[in-house]
């Protein structure tokens, strides 16, 4: 069983910078590309950055230019540093590793 552990969120201003970090428990994160989602209220979960095994990078349309997915697959670690935050970028972020999701940490942009 894997658990993926999201941090990082919290309230940022408009312009502002975020990163979030997710780790997954056990042996298996190398193996698997990683997908970061968010989900605004009232909203459908979206498909935010995907970065796979061997480090190719797919954003939505929406985040280009602005935010960034890396992996660590030393640390069992995926993060996504976001930049030039909007409050529309506000949502619950969660980290996915195939069958496997998060918990989600909440990303707040407001003055």
């Known amino acids: 069983q894997v658990q993926l552990v999201e941090s990082g969120g919290g309230l940022v201003q408009p312009g502002g910078s975020l990163r979030l970090s997710c780790t997954a428990s056990?042996?298996?994160?190398?193996?698997?590309?990683m997908n970061w989602y968010r989900q605004a209220p009232g909203k459908e979960r979206e498909l935010v950055a995907t970065i796979t095994r061997a480090g190719s990078t797919n954003y939505a349309d929406s985040v280009k230019g602005r935010f960034t997915i890396s992996r660590d697959n030393a640390k069992n670690t995926v993060y996504l540093q976001m930049g030039s935050l909007k409050p529309e970028d506000t949502a619950v972020y969660f980290c996915?590793?195939?069958?496997?999701w998060g918990r989600g940490t909440l990303v707040t942009v407001s003055s």
């Open positions: 056990g042996s298996l994160f190398s193996f698997y590309t």
């Open positions: 996915n590793m195939g069958v496997y």
